[in-house]
């Protein structure tokens, strides 16, 4: 199971405590790879890009208006977090019910 987010992020340590043997990917390092992150468009749509992010409140218009993946692959913090990979299932946030699915909750 891969955890991707930022490990400066509560959300996703909270994630990373409850998810025994998970493995981190910290999106700033080492982004997402292009056919996940494809996938997790598809799966989640503009739910994928925090809308609520200091980041995203830096943006300006222009930038806003960028297809999501293209503004993802400029600002990999802006994705919501975390998104965890289990095998070919795809989860977004911490969620209560993204806990239950896990088993974590």
């Given at each position: 199971?891969r955890?991707y987010?930022?490990k400066?992020c509560d959300?996703?340590?909270?994630?990373?405590?409850a998810?025994?043997?998970?493995?981190?990917v910290?999106v700033r390092?080492?982004?997402?790879p292009?056919g996940?992150?494809?996938?997790a468009?598809a799966?989640?749509?503009?739910?994928?890009?925090?809308?609520r992010s200091t980041t995203?409140?830096?943006?300006d218009?222009?930038?806003?208006?960028?297809?999501p993946?293209?503004?993802?692959?400029?600002?990999p913090?802006l994705m919501k977090r975390?998104?965890?990979e289990?095998?070919?299932?795809?989860y977004?946030?911490?969620t209560?019910e993204?806990?239950?699915?896990l088993?974590?909750?």
């Amino acid at each position: 199971m891969r955890v991707y987010g930022l490990k400066t992020c509560d959300t996703c340590r909270k994630a990373m405590k409850a998810l025994e043997g998970a493995e981190l990917v910290d999106v700033r390092k080492d982004p997402v790879p292009g056919g996940l992150l494809e996938k997790a468009q598809a799966q989640f749509g503009e739910a994928l890009v925090n809308r609520r992010s200091t980041t995203w409140r830096g943006l300006d218009e222009a930038e806003r208006a960028r297809p999501p993946l293209d503004l993802l692959a400029d600002h990999p913090s802006l994705m919501k977090r975390p998104l965890i990979e289990d095998g070919e299932e795809l989860y977004l946030g911490w969620t209560p019910e993204v806990q239950r699915a896990l088993g974590a909750g």
